[in-house]
């Protein structure tokens, strides 16, 4: 833990004063691994309250209650220009931490951050604290049923029931698929797939059906990419939002069923609102996944927690404002 200066909001910046902020698989495994983890990547699922707005800042209103986002697309890159916003070179760039602004020397695991006005979407009044703070991977499961084109009354396979797969099950009852089944092998997260929707668990690939329409990969292990073939129908679609480093695929196998691949990463400022509307209309509860709430002098114990193979928890989220932890 350091100490630094917290600089004012320069023209079209932003204060914000972190209520809450997740804790996201990336770093965990960064801190498992020692692997690099750019600092404002370090708390990336933060709400707060603007506690002071800089100059040319419209729309935006000291005490107004925000969560992180990513900007509108700029109009003017390569995507924009060919009449494809949905690949914003600015959007994606910001949605990696890689932000045009100088970089901050810390994230949301903080009591301030100054950030871009574009960064900041403001929360509708019906979000509770703890939903607004998860806003950011519901977000990032949106995406993936959106990129998937997932649709009422098909079948939906999910493989992982970690925070993102949880919540891409959430979202694909919100859309109105038929079924939604989870393999995931953790006993503890089957029952939370439940809690969250899903209409059947399993432990394992081979005791689910191969007719779904839609398989999305949400483990990141190298041969759940495969394993999703086995689970698809014909013609199916299979989303991979696990990062899996490296796979191996039967690219025969693939042809024969001419199954297609989509990649999810991220999500666009739209997919941003929509998902705070989601949660305003109850039409999905990422809250449900909370499990603790940690302070700052705690964090590095609910990371550790949260590398054990046998952890109970889902959904970490740190408030800097405990007072006896920090």
Same mark, same amino acid.
């Given at each position: 833990? @350091? ?6 909001? +320069? +023209? ?8 809450? *902020? ?10 498992? &691994? ?5 600092? &404002?990547?370090?708390?990336?699922? /933060? ?11 419209? #729309? ?37 931490? #890689? ?25 509708? !009044?019906?979000?509770?604290?703890? +939903? ?6 519901? $977000?990032?499961? /949106? ?20 925070? @993102? ?5 959430? *979202? ?5 698929? +038929? ?33 779904? !329409?839609?398989?999305?990969? *949400? ?11 086995? $689970?698809? #129908? ?19 196998? /693939? ?9 999810? $990463? ?15 209309? #109850? ?30 928890? @889902? ?12």
């Amino acid at each position: 833990m @350091i100490e630094v200066d917290e600089p004012k909001p +320069a +023209a079209g910046e932003v204060t914000v004063s972190i209520d809450l *902020c997740g804790v996201c698989v990336t770093e965990v495994r960064a801190y498992s &691994t020692g692997a690099g983890h750019g600092p &404002t990547l370090c708390g990336h699922e /933060w709400t707060g309250r603007l506690v002071e707005v800089g100059e040319s800042v419209d #729309r935006l209103a000291l005490g107004q209650r925000v969560v992180v986002g990513v900007p509108d697309p700029c109009g003017d890159c390569d995507s924009c220009r060919a009449g494809r916003p949905e690949f914003c070179a600015l959007v994606m760039s910001v949605a990696r931490g #890689r932000d045009v602004a100088p970089e901050q020397p810390h994230g949301g695991f903080a009591r301030l951050l100054t950030v871009p006005a574009y960064r900041v979407v403001p929360v509708p !009044d019906k979000v509770s604290e703890v +939903a607004a703070a998860l806003v950011e991977p519901a $977000a990032v499961a /949106w995406h993936a049923i959106r990129r998937g084109v997932v649709a009422t009354g098909e079948r939906v396979l999910v493989l992982g029931a970690g925070p @993102i797969g949880l919540l891409v099950v959430q *979202c694909a009852r919100a859309v109105g698929a +038929a079924e939604v089944t989870v393999v995931e092998l953790s006993e503890s997260r089957r029952l939370a797939a439940e809690a969250s929707g899903a209409h059947r668990v399993a432990a394992t690939v081979t005791e689910v059906s191969d007719d779904h !329409d839609v398989v999305v990969e *949400c483990t990141g292990a190298p041969d759940m990419v495969e394993q999703a073939l086995a $689970a698809l #129908r014909q013609g199916g679609r299979v989303v991979l939002v696990g990062d899996a480093g490296q796979a191996t695929i039967s690219p025969r196998m /693939w042809l024969a069923k001419e199954a297609t691949l989509i990649a999810a $990463a991220g999500y666009t400022r739209a997919e941003i609102v929509q998902t705070l509307q989601l949660i305003a209309d #109850r039409g999905i509860e990422p809250e449900k996944l909370h499990t603790r709430t940690v302070g700052i002098g705690s964090l590095a114990d609910g990371l550790a927690g949260l590398t054990a193979a046998d952890t109970d928890d @889902i959904k970490i989220v740190l408030d800097p404002r405990i007072k006896e932890n920090s």
